[in-house]
């Protein structure tokens, strides 16, 4: 039997874990898995593209596990009362090849891109930083939000949406939690003061959230919309003056920020700031830029985390995903009539 | 909510149906979709190898659906009595992104392929073939003997394997189903006399299971085993005498038999003689050889086909696979305490 998590399950995990202590705890395991970022193995995902979305496959490997994320893209989806986007995970024994946990990765993907976003912070921003602006407010605002303040120590957020409502449903989400939650009427506005920007827009094509005048010294951004061919959120200027950080450059070069860039243009790495081989924030004037695009590798953390989670609260199912067979060369047998034809999980040989 | 069919609703829809018509009704859905193969986005599969074994992603799209099979394969497995290869696969709405179906695909790729190969021989070997051979008579043994003979006629079947254990598992399994059944005590007389031979042995290396001399005129070769780099079957000059049949030559070329022949060695594509557009078997006296690997189409017309049979006969089960939100904007909102966070799966409004 293959364990799952689904909704129900990811849900539950969540609030009994707490969720400021579940993005800590993703935080911290995809940080050890970025400072051993050379035992993997990294594929640019696999896309398949329509004209109104796009669905992809984003398989890693340690050695140890094998894992994949499955993920849609499709900005037309709101409209019809569906979402952008939705995933799921799988992951496996690299030794017997035989899947281990099957996951949904919706809300996953949220707490691994928020936990990924507040990691490169910490590696990054001023360790003075209070006060983050969020330009988006949609369904990745909040758990941004609550990563920050859990992980780096931010205490205000100041919230921009071109839709007030998002804005509204955001401070309302994030409202008794200790954050001070500030809706600002403009862009311009909510940068104000910030010592970190994240945004995070979802309109699928070329954009200038953040102009060049809006972004002062010392500031961190967290590029977070900008992630697929075509679609960026920051003024060209504005990466010209930062230090920018990327997960995995061949994909970023294609789908972040940095696509405005020549292909040569310097970045670095973020698992060599985390692993100690590259600097991250040379002075307090810098501006840096975390150029996310999401990779493989956090969701190959993030499933891992999750089972073990799942395994230690007992909150999971089983799935009879794959055959148990009492003589693996009997496939066929599996279809014989008469007893029962395949050995159950778990089975005591003297169970009745 | 996402349809799963796992193990258990596998083997209840292939009783349910009957083994012979489920073969008949992969046969003809393969068939269906190998005669609009240029409607199909094709790509080699996604591989990653470790010292024991690999495991694949093989997606395709037709742009109404999505699909792809997740499958494994590792030779040391059966020692520890686990199975060689398992896989699992997910059909997907394009329009959507969202998956609407995961479905167990072990026993579904043992069916997919047998249908494939019966599906070749339908269009290659002479119409008059009733005596097939089959070398190696593990887990797709059975398979094969029942789709022939569904679908090409096959009345009689030659069994060998250098396990005679392995026989007598696929002669009883085949027992009381009106076929004639000889186990041989060779490779060399299983062939003889037969129509038709299958190949289907599961060491992972160079083999030469046939040799020139064990093929006749008007044979027609079906060569399942030799399906990745390093692992073939046949000896080259069988080949050479050969008028070979593929599926997706730039795949064929690095797994098949023909890995053994030069890079512009002439293969004819199989869907090239559904489709009417290249020529089959040109007479009686022709060697025709079927270099089978399995092709993701084979995976995705079997998805959709186990997807009709499994909503005619109700055979599924519900998977909470991905969160159903009422404001898809507000995905943190399913983490909310308080009233149910998400809306359950076909809840009428009144319902209590």
Request: a negative charge; aromatic letters at 8%.
């Amino acid at each position: 039997m293959v364990r799952f998590v689904g909704v129900d399950a990811m849900i539950k995990l969540v609030r009994r874990t707490g969720l400021q202590p579940f993005l800590t705890g993703l935080c911290g395991a995809i940080e050890s898995d970025f400072s051993r970022w050379q035992n993997f193995e990294k594929t640019p995902r696999i896309a398949s593209h329509s004209s109104v979305g796009v669905i992809e496959l984003m398989p890693t490997s340690d050695g140890d596990h094998y894992g994949f994320k499955y993920v849609n893209g499709h900005p037309k989806n709101m409209k019809e009362g569906l979402q952008t986007v939705t995933a799921f995970g799988v992951l496996s024994d690299v030794s017997t090849g035989y899947p281990i946990l099957v996951s949904e990765m919706t809300l996953l993907t949220a707490l691994r891109t928020a936990a990924t976003s507040a990691m490169a912070a910490k590696h990054l921003a001023r360790p003075d930083s209070r006060c983050m602006a969020i330009i988006g407010n949609g369904a990745q605002s909040e758990f941004q939000a609550l990563a920050f303040a859990a992980i780096t120590g931010i205490e205000q957020v100041r919230l921009y949406d071109i839709d007030r409502a998002a804005s509204r449903k955001c401070a309302a989400n994030l409202a008794g939690r200790g954050l001070d939650v500030v809706i600002c009427p403009s862009a311009q506005d909510a940068v104000s003061g910030a010592d970190i920007i994240t945004t995070v827009t979802a309109d699928k094509q070329y954009a200038t959230i953040l102009t060049d005048n809006m972004v002062g010294e010392g500031v961190h951004i967290n590029a977070v919309g900008g992630d697929c061919p075509g679609k960026t959120e920051l003024h060209r200027d504005i990466l010209l003056r930062s230090r920018i950080f990327v997960e995995f450059t061949a994909q970023t070069r294609i789908e972040g920020e940095i696509q405005q860039l020549p292909e040569n243009y310097p970045v670095t790495e973020l698992w060599q700031v985390i692993a100690g081989t590259e600097a991250g924030r040379q002075s307090a004037r810098d501006i840096t830029l975390f150029d996310s695009v999401g990779f493989a590798i956090e969701d190959f953390s993030a499933l891992n985390f999750v089972r073990e989670q799942a395994l230690s609260h007992g909150i999971y199912e089983e799935l009879d995903l794959i055959a148990d067979l009492h003589d693996p060369r009997n496939l066929f047998g599996v279809l014989g009539h008469g007893s029962a034809p395949f050995r159950g999980p778990q089975q005591p040989p003297e169970a009745a």
